[in-house]
Nanobody, 120 residues
Framework: QVQLVESGGGLVQPGGSLRLSCAAS????????MGWYRQAAGKERELVAG???????NYADSVKGRFTISRDNAENTVYLQMNSLKPEDTAVYYC??????????????WGQGTLVTVSS
């Protein structure tokens, strides 16, 4: 009953920027953690950035200084601003949220993914 809707992926040249958005909807009491993962061809899925409800964020070493994660708790939305993009950033990016459905239950929810391609 909880769904994540993503937007913002596409094709961009090296050095360019993209902003990904992910909005959660449905039976939501609150959201503990939101984040972005990515999976490149032939590689394992990895955490890119995560942010807790209090606003503390963490990043993979490969994106520190280039990517910024933020969230709007009132709108149940998380963003990923990606600057100075490199070809190695090419991957399918997935939104993830740990949703508190009721005071006694939680649900781990994933978006369907959006493709980011960095190429000339």
């Amino acid at each position: 009953q909880v769904q994540l809707v993503e937007s913002g992926g596409g094709l961009v040249q090296p050095g360019g920027s993209l902003r990904l958005s992910c909005a959660a909807s449905g039976s939501i009491f609150s959201i503990n953690t939101m984040g972005w993962y990515r999976q490149a061809a032939g590689k394992e899925r990895e955490l890119v950035a995560g942010i807790i409800s209090g606003g503390i964020a963490n990043y993979a070493d490969s994106v520190k200084g280039r990517f910024t994660i933020s969230r709007d708790n009132a709108e149940n939305t998380v963003y990923l601003q990606m600057n100075s993009l490199k070809p190695e950033d090419t991957a399918v990016y997935y939104c993830n949220a740990l949703v508190v459905v009721t005071t006694r239950s939680t649900l781990d929810v994933w978006g369907q993914g959006t493709l980011v391609t960095v190429s000339s």
